[in-house]
T-cell receptor
């Protein structure tokens, strides 16, 4: 099992550009999450999903969109990138609401 | 809202010695879960240990153990026989069963010296 995979590993965006961060898990987990980690800080939840077709906002959803068409995939879309979105983005998944979350390796995004 | 506080930005320990990392949290919930995650320079978030609030017994995983004090809302991590590979950022995190959201502390950077 690969666990949780994320692509790309690193990306530089210009202000106003858009991109999609990809996340895939092969553990048949129902729950998936997107977090961002700013320098020197802990992770903050952007969006999460409790199953295919169901998504909900987390703590810092502004400027992002998500979709969950399959159990395995949970892409994060950035529209009109801003310097404030420079961060490391982590995708995670868990079997249930109170089960341990397993994280992908992260995507480092730089918006200039 | 739940908050997680890690008051030690940096800690240092000698190889083979024992170190304790502190974590306190604030919640009005009775059903919750606590975690310690390790983040090495690779940035990968790795689960170290998990504690269910309803369990009185402190969780242990090999050289890692916790001191869970529910009334004091304290959840410290003890690392015994420290190894060079333990050097990393350590994050304390809180999960309530009603929110599906991990709340993280700001982390403690652990250095391991020879």
């Amino acid at each position: 099992n690969a666990g949780v995979t994320q692509t790309p590993k690193f990306r530089i965006l210009k202000i106003g550009q858009s991109m999609t961060l990809q996340c895939t898990q092969d553990m048949n987990h129902n729950y998936m999450y997107w977090y961002r980690q700013d320098p020197g800080m802990g992770l903050k939840l952007i969006y999460y999903s409790v199953g295919a077709g169901i998504t909900d906002k987390g703590e810092v959803p502004n400027g992002y969109n998500v979709s969950r068409s399959t159990t395995e995939d949970f892409p994060l879309r950035l529209e009109l990138a801003a310097p404030s979105q420079t961060s490391v983005y982590f995708c995670a998944s868990s079997y249930g609401a109170v089960e341990t979350q397993y994280f992908g390796p992260g995507t480092r995004l730089l918006v200039l | 809202a739940q908050t997680v506080t890690q008051s030690q930005p940096e800690m240092s320990v000698q190889e083979a010695e024992t170190v304790t990392l502190s974590c306190t949290y604030d919640t009005s919930e009775s059903d919750y879960y606590l975690f310690w995650y390790k983040q090495p320079p690779s940035r990968q978030m790795i689960l170290v240990i998990r504690q269910e609030a309803y369990k009185q017994q402190n969780a242990t995983e090999n050289r890692f153990s916790v001191n869970f004090q529910k009334a004091a809302k304290s959840f410290s991590l003890k690392i015994s026989d420290s190894q060079l590979g333990d050097a990393a950022m350590y994050f304390c995190a809180y999960l309530t069963g009603t929110a599906s959201k991990l709340t993280f502390g700001t982390g403690t950077r652990l250095q391991v010296t020879l």
